[in-house]
DNA sequence: ACGATATGAGTAT
DNA sequence: TACTCCTATCGTT
């Protein structure tokens, strides 16, 4: 899945796409055909993206999806459409993987595509398209509904108004492993499966040691080490944690029984809360 | 044709 | 801890 990178890099492409324009909106699967109607020619007035949430805004009503697990935005369009990113190359598909997008030749007379697979949501203009498949969230909200969502949420390290202090008041509280604290969206949002075991042994932390015996400066490493690492995947579109150099894109991630890249011992994978995780016996405490 | 799997998260037990 | 939702893909019969 996508993890807050992913709907970051989503809303800077929908902002460059849409802003201003005013969008057809269809749901070519049909489980989104109310929703559809309600926003349905309306101006597209910007997004916003808040831990794994993507808020888009149509006049006063907003979008609300969560690509869940396996979730993805595919776009489609004509050489203005897709062609200038302000994130690097255009990609055709955000979600799960991205491929660049095909050659794109100015002269091409576009015309939308035939909805693939099981599209809730199709957004479109003259010169492109962006078809939704596989949320486990999509409705309208009105702002407040929208607040109200957002308040649930810790703080983002992607987001310029973040406060790091309270990831780290909050996981000095808890005993919960510091493994499943990364993961609780309402402790840090942003971070998934990936991210968190990348960044928990960048910082040298045992996933199962309890958030209330993390150091405070640990936790603060850890907040930094995750910020750098996914401010590199809204630039480049993909998670690539290890250092310049290394062969491999992880350290731990489905790297189970294979030599840690550190210090060789073979690197473990268990369950924690019904998800893999990944860690180093050894550089990990 | 199946079955397992996936970068997620809410609700029930 | 388990079940539920949502979908595509890849491996095995």
């Given amino acids: 899945m996508p993890e807050g990178h992913s709907i970051h890099r989503l809303a800077a492409a929908f902002d460059e796409l849409l802003a201003g324009q005013r969008i057809d909106v269809s749901s070519p699967q049909g489980r989104f055909a109310d929703g559809a109607r309600v926003l349905n020619g309306r101006r597209y007035e910007g997004s916003e993206a808040y831990g794994k949430h993507l808020f888009q805004h149509f006049d006063d009503l907003v979008l609300h999806t969560h690509l869940g697990l396996y979730g993805s935005w595919t776009f489609d369009g004509d050489a203005s459409f897709v062609a200038p990113h302000a994130i690097g190359a255009p990609r055709r598909r955000i979600g799960e993987s991205e491929e660049l997008a095909g050659e794109i030749t100015p002269t ?68 919960r492993p510091i493994g499943e604290l990364v993961m609780d969206q309402a402790v840090i949002s942003g971070p998934g499966n ?92």
């Fill in 194 to 285: 990936i991210y968190r075991a990348e960044a928990l042994f960048i910082a040298g932390i045992h996933p199962w040691r309890p958030g209330n015996r993390v150091s405070i400066a640990r936790l603060r490493t850890l907040w930094d080490v995750l910020a750098e690492h996914m401010k590199n995947g809204v630039e480049t579109g993909s998670i690539v944690t290890t250092s310049e150099g290394e062969q491999e894109r992880f350290y731990v991630y489905q790297r189970a029984g294979l030599p840690c890249l550190v210090c060789t011992t073979p690197i473990v994978l268990e369950e924690m809360a019904a998800r893999k995780l990944y860690r180093c016996p050894r550089c990990q405490r």
């Fill in 108 to 175: 091409d007379v576009w015309a939308p595509p035939e909805p693939r697979g099981q599209v809730r949501v199709r957004l479109a203009t003259n010169h492109g398209i962006a078809d939704l498949t596989g949320p486990n969230q999509c409705r309208v909200l009105s702002a407040p509904e929208t607040l109200a969502v957002t308040s649930r949420l810790g703080p983002d390290p992607l987001r310029a108004d973040a406060d790091p202090e309270r990831f780290i008041t909050r996981a000095r509280q808890l005993r």
